[in-house]
């Protein structure tokens, strides 16, 4: 049992280019959702799906994209990567419902230069 | 939205003493409340959480308390292991599927 998989675990993009976070997990989790992790900022939300072809934005949404075509994969996507786009991503899913556990992923760590 | 505030932020103790960090959420519609252990270069683990309908729970070493009314929980370690050192963040949520986290408080436990 994997639990939550990111890809990669770092990455370093030039600003303007574009690149898909990956994020699968086997667990048959319906809630998916990205975090950013910035120094003193603890987690923020990015985007969330509560289910196959339902997604949803977060608190810091924009210069993201994420679909979710099957149950397993959430990916993340920055169409024009900015320097402010520097940070530790990390995926994680739950069961769903008010009060469950959320399973995070390793995270990768992205720099923009 | 849920604004988590979480405090302190470094933490330092004596091996085998107690250590409480303490946040505060403001929503009251906010039910659940977890806690997660970050280890350098690791994603956030949960290591205990407690829901809007119970004031306590403990789980050995480690306790959580709610206070609904005053819109805080703790979080307690008791007779801290070196092990302990990590980053501890508290979150809320309503939906089980939003999580507000709090800033995070980094924990050193001094042997």
């Known amino acids: 049992n994997a639990g939550v998989t990111q890809t990669p675990k770092f990455q370093v993009l030039k600003t303007g280019q574009s690149m898909t976070l990956q994020c699968a997990q086997d667990?048959?989790?319906?809630?998916m959702s990205w975090y950013r992790q910035d120094p003193g900022m603890g987690l923020r939300l990015i985007h969330y799906s509560v289910g196959a072809g339902i997604t949803d934005q977060g608190e810091v949404p924009n210069g993201y994209n994420v679909s979710r075509s099957t149950t397993e994969d959430f990916p993340l996507r920055l169409l024009s990567a900015a320097p402010s786009q520097t940070s530790v991503y990390f995926c994680?899913?739950?069961?769903?419902?008010?009060?469950?556990?959320?399973?995070f992923g390793q995270g990768t760590r992205l720099t923009v230069v | 939205g849920e604004n988590v505030e979480q405090h302190p932020s470094t933490l330092s103790v004596q091996e085998g003493d107690s250590a409480v960090i303490k946040c505060t959420y403001s929503d009251s519609a906010s039910n659940y409340f977890p806690w997660y252990k970050q280890e350098l270069g690791k994603g956030p683990q949960l290591i205990i959480d407690i829901r809007s309908n119970v004031g306590e729970k403990k789980d050995q070493r480690i306790a959580v308390t709610l206070n609904k009314t005053a819109k805080h929980f703790s979080l307690h370690i008791t007779e801290t292991q070196p092990e302990d050192s990590a980053v501890y963040f508290c979150?809320?949520?309503?939906?089980?599927?939003?999580?507000?986290f709090g800033t995070g408080t980094s924990l050193t436990v001094i042997p």
């Open positions: 994680a899913s739950s069961y769903g419902g008010t009060t469950t556990e959320a399973f």
């Open positions: 979150a809320a949520s309503n939906t089980g599927n939003q999580f507000y």
């Open positions: 667990m048959n989790h319906e809630y």
